[in-house]
């Protein structure tokens, strides 16, 4: 169900009263405590504002079977001991899962921010300062067996190749209605009606189709002699985006888009799209101003 309410306070009330400064985007950390830690460490060492974390945060479930529970025995401790460091200068952090997340554990998210670690923000609308933001975590269907986080696009269509929603496994039941029928063209309209989005941050997992930020490495593949389309983003976002035109959007989920393109931010109209997916091992940090978003960098660390 999505939600349109605005979130409960924040632990730092005068956050609401001033400019937001540095913000971080951060996105398909996979479970990797590589990742986590040179995150945790530039958190700890710049003091940004907002941290903004854009889903496939966690091992894959295969990895997570019979491991521990990576929220509660890593996640959840290490942003307790950055909060007990920083005090009133601990960021606010808003999240969201990936297609790569089980979605049984949004438990785990909903524990953490009960304890004021974080905000999951999917499927809602929050304040930042003057910035609502929106999250967004569900992506068109893929080849992948996991299918918690995926919707149909624009129709019931799938790509060569990729496998239906009701089709797959899935961790947490879902009405048929639900997985035959819904879209994400459908939930974005749902999720911002007839908001204002010119000062709107939105934190997707999915891409916008057809750009920079969605080039998989498909190239030459065919699928029963089928070739494969080397743009796997939403549509659906894509044309939200060129229609709604909100200020900034983040998003991750491909890889490799940014070593085959050799770039990370592209431009719909007034719209300013930031890319954090990455497929090395290192973090790959976005840092931004949401009042100054084309002025973003991105560091690998």
Sequence with gaps: MLSKGISGASRRPFAYLRLMGLCFFATDLHGSLHRCRMLFRAILTEFPDGVFLGGDLL??????AGSGDFIG?????EMEKLRDSMGERYPRVFL???????????EGLLQGEKNG???YVHGKRVSFGEFPVYGYSFVPPTPFRLKDWEKYDVSRFVDPGCTHPYEGIRTVETTAHETKYSTIAVDLEELTGNDDLSRAIMLFHAPPYGGVLD??????????HAPLDVH???IA???FIEKRQPLLTMHGHVH????ITGRWVERIGRTCCLGGAHNGKELALVRFDPMRPGEASRELL
């Design 73 to 77: 025995d890593h996640l959840m401790p």
């Design 237 to 239: 976002i894509q044309r």
């Design 117 to 119: 670690l974080w905000e």
């Design 96 to 106: 969201i899962l990936g297609n790569d997340d089980g979605r049984c554990e949004e």
């Design 215 to 224: 080039r998989a490495a498909l190239d030459g593949v065919k699928v029963d």
């Design 232 to 234: 796997v983003g939403s």
């Design 59 to 64: 091992p894959g479930m295969l990895q997570m």
């Design 256 to 259: 490799e888009a940014f070593s």
